[in-house]
């Protein structure tokens, strides 16, 4: 499986962007996708998740309110819709798959090592 992330760039806070993911590779039938963050000297941080099949969703709180995450099936696309963004919002973007089976309490969908497929990211900059 092959994650292709795309949309990122230099923006001005309070300004809108959206990413895409497009997946390749083997008969693409995941549990979920979603997408992480790091920033300069931190750890790699969820941001969103998405259930591929059902479509359940789940945030970070610092982005519930402001961004979106939805998919195309057909596709094999899953996108982030960035709205108000902040400063603090600056990293590299990573997208990311997992298969196995989640409950939707499961803390595997907002932890790193839940996912078994990683994107190259691509680098979204918010200005002051």
């Known amino acids: 499986v092959q994650l292709q992330a795309s949309g990122g760039g230099l923006m001005q806070a309070g300004g809108s962007l959206r990413l895409s993911c497009a997946a390749s590779g083997r008969s693409f039938s995941p549990s979920g996708m979603g997408w992480f963050r790091q920033a300069p000297g931190k750890e790699r941080e969820f941001v969103a998740a998405i259930g591929w099949s059902g479509g359940r969703t789940y945030y970070a709180d610092s982005v519930k309110g402001r961004f979106t995450i939805f998919r195309d099936n057909a596709k094999n696309t899953v996108y982030l819709q960035m709205s108000s963004l902040k400063p603090e919002d600056t990293a590299v973007y990573y997208c990311?798959?997992?298969?196995?089976?989640?409950?939707?309490?499961?803390?595997?969908?907002?932890?790193?090592?839940?996912?078994?497929?990683w994107g190259q990211g691509t680098l979204v900059t918010v200005s002051s």
């Open positions: 990311t798959a997992r298969w196995g089976a989640a409950g939707p309490y499961d803390s595997r969908w907002s932890i790193p090592s839940g996912y078994d497929y």
